[in-house]
């Protein structure tokens, strides 16, 4: 059974930085495509950031030069480091894997103006 665990969510001011992470069990993250998604209040949930199995990245254009998608192979774990955060990405922020279609529970992010 595949488990995605989110950490390190919470208030920040804009301007400030925050690094999530998700630990996963059942899979391992080196051989499968891993992303982090963001879903804002009445909104529908949209795409961050992605990695491919051999590490490349791509980043919707909002977020470009700002977050930055990594990999620690060791402990099976994805990071999303946020930087220069903006009231405007405040939203519940989840992992995902595709292949068995699997979300972690979300970390909820809040940037206060």
């Known amino acids: 059974q595949v488990q995605l665990v989110e950490s390190g969510g919470g208030v920040v001011q804009a301007g400030g930085s925050l690094r999530l992470s998700c630990a996963a069990s059942?899979?391992?993250?080196?051989?499968?495509?891993a992303g982090w998604y963001r879903q804002a209040p009445g909104k529908l949930r949209d795409w961050v950031a992605v990695?491919?199995?051999?590490?490349?990245?791509n980043y919707r254009d909002s977020v470009k030069g700002r977050f930055t998608i990594s990999r620690d192979n060791a402990k099976n774990t994805v990071y999303l480091q946020m930087n220069s955060l903006k009231p405007e990405d405040t939203a519940v922020y989840y992992c995902?894997?595709?292949?068995?279609?699997?979300w972690g529970q979300g970390t909820q992010v809040t940037v206060s103006s």
């Open positions: 990695m491919s199995p051999g590490g490349s990245t």
């Open positions: 995902n894997t595709p292949r068995p279609p699997t």
């Open positions: 059942g899979i391992t993250f080196s051989v499968n495509a």
